[in-house]
């Protein structure tokens, strides 16, 4: 047979063979290269709106858990990545945590910090970790820190440190944190801590006041056509010495305007959470204020109100926000309680009282 008559054909792909090729997928991320998906997962970090946000990703491909992992990205994880509820806390999260904190995340430095020492009782590593965000002038980590000197957080009465306390909310208030100023204030005008300067402590005050009245002017505009936080109507037996011609000015009162209160910082809503209301020991207390979460280290840690001595405060900003809020309709003047048998012989020092009269 002659070579002439074999002819070479193209070959036909079936039908079916033509629809795979077709639909074959490309993955263009592993074409991308490391420093662009580092770019890009930092961004959505940053930009992150709660946890699920990033953790979507992590559990996507090997490759973006790998990458997602890198301190590059944990370093720029928004405050929202570590809104952690307290009845997911798990080892994995401590350890996300961790890796976030050794990253150089100073809102997981105070958030693990927060949670370290309240919550599992580690004390040393916890205060070191609100230190290390303290450091790089995060200002919920300075008034943190603040509140632990001031109460001697963590260790015996003999452990509080007035003058410390004062310093850290100092720097603090001089970051705009607005708790820091109205704590500052109160130690202006006691004279706790510092000596004692009531005019300077009034205009720290006012100037709390004021910020947290632009905060909730500023994310909700339509509070302008409300006349209602220009009110203070305190009750009548615990109404306060305001400056000549101006008793009606909330900016001027120690308790602030009748706005809505802030949400509460993600650590402090895990605090909340992981106690639920009950008692961390025996004998311990909680902050009355429940935006707080706090707890007591060690029995009559907290000072208590000194007109009815039924709630107690971390601090003067948690007083203030409760009374506000919740604590002005119930307090009433009852007879001098007796302190309960504390070894330390805390309960309500004179000087410390949380005086709302």
């Given amino acids: ?17 033509t629809c795979r090729k077709r639909h074959k997928k490309i993955d263009f991320l592993d074409n991308l290269p490391d420093d662009l998906v580092l770019t890009i997962l930092s961004k959505l970090s940053s930009s992150a709106a709660c946890p699920a946000d990033l953790g979507r990703v992590l559990v996507t491909c090997k490759r973006l858990n790998d990458l997602g992992l890198r301190s ?10 570590f809104a952690v509820k307290a009845s997911r806390w798990s080892e994995s999260t401590h350890r996300f945590l961790k890796q976030c904190a050794e990253a150089g995340n100073v809102e ?110 500023n994310t909700a505009p339509q509070a302008l056509t409300s006349s209602s936080w220009l009110v203070w109507n305190p009750l009548p037996s615990h109404r306060h010495v305001h400056l000549a011609g101006c008793s009606n000015c909330p900016l001027l009162s120690d308790f602030g305007c009748n706005v809505p209160e802030p949400a509460p910082q993600p650590a402090n809503q895990f605090l909340t959470d992981w106690f639920g209301g009950k008692s961390p020991g ?26 009815c001595g039924k709630v107690n405060y971390c601090s003067r900003a948690c007083q203030a926000l409760d009374w506000r809020t919740r604590h002005k309709s119930e307090c009433t003047p009852t007879e001098r309680w007796e302190d309960d048998h504390n070894i330390e012989g805390e309960g309500d020092l004179e000087g410390e009282a949380m005086d709302e009269s």
């Fill in 72 to 81: 590059m990205v944990l370093a720029k994880a928004s405050p929202k990545v």
């Fill in 282 to 307: 025996p004998g311990l207390r909680l902050c009355s204020h429940v935006g707080c979460g706090r707890p007591e280290s060690r029995r009559h840690e907290f000072r208590r109100c000194s007109v």
């Fill in 108 to 217: 997981a430095c105070y958030t693990l910090g927060m949670i370290r020492f309240y919550c599992l009782n580690n004390r040393g590593t916890g205060a070191s970790l609100l230190a290390k965000a303290a450091i790089k002038l995060h200002a919920p980590a300075l008034y943190a820190l603040a509140v632990i000197q001031f109460n001697g957080s963590g260790g015996s009465k003999t452990d509080k440190d007035l003058r410390a306390g004062v310093a850290l909310c100092a720097r603090a208030a001089f970051l705009g944190h607005v708790d820091a100023l109205r704590e500052l204030g109160h130690c202006l005008q006691d004279g706790y801590g510092v000596r004692q300067n009531i005019t300077e402590g009034r205009r720290f005050l006012v100037q709390a006041n004021a910020r947290e009245l632009a905060a909730v002017l």
């Fill in 1 to 17: 047979m002659s070579p002439e008559k074999f002819v070479t054909k193209r070959r036909r792909d079936f039908p079916g063979e």
